[in-house]
Nanobody, 115 residues
């Protein structure tokens, strides 16, 4: 069983920055892709950024140049550095960990960007 926990959300003004962290724990053999998703009020959950083990990161167009995803394989942790935040970045951010071909979700962390 794999347990996923996100942290680092909060309230920030437009133009500010936040750094999210996501740690996977439990019986871990091999983690492939680690990704960040967000769900805004009234909208579907969408992929924001993801990074495969040893692979290049991918981003949704709306965050390119502002967000950076990175991972520490030794710690089974993925990070999302969010700069130049906009009100439209507001939502609940979820981490997804692909372990042994099964996806595990965290409980989510709220990010609110005020204008």
């Amino acid at each position: 069983q794999v347990h996923v926990v996100e942290s680092g959300g909060g309230l920030v003004q437009a133009g500010g920055s936040l750094r999210l962290s996501c740690a996977a724990s439990g019986t871990i053999f091999s983690i492939n892709t680690m990704g960040w998703y967000r769900q805004a009020p009234g909208k579907q959950r969408e992929l924001v950024a993801g990074i495969a083990r040893g692979g290049r990161p991918v981003y949704v167009d709306s965050v390119k140049g502002r967000f950076t995803v990175s991972r520490d394989n030794a710690k089974n942790t993925v990070y999302l550095q969010m700069n130049s935040l906009k009100p439209e970045d507001t939502g609940v951010y979820y981490c997804n960990v692909d372990h042994d071909d099964q996806g595990y979700w965290g409980q989510g962390t709220q990010v609110t960007v005020s204008s």
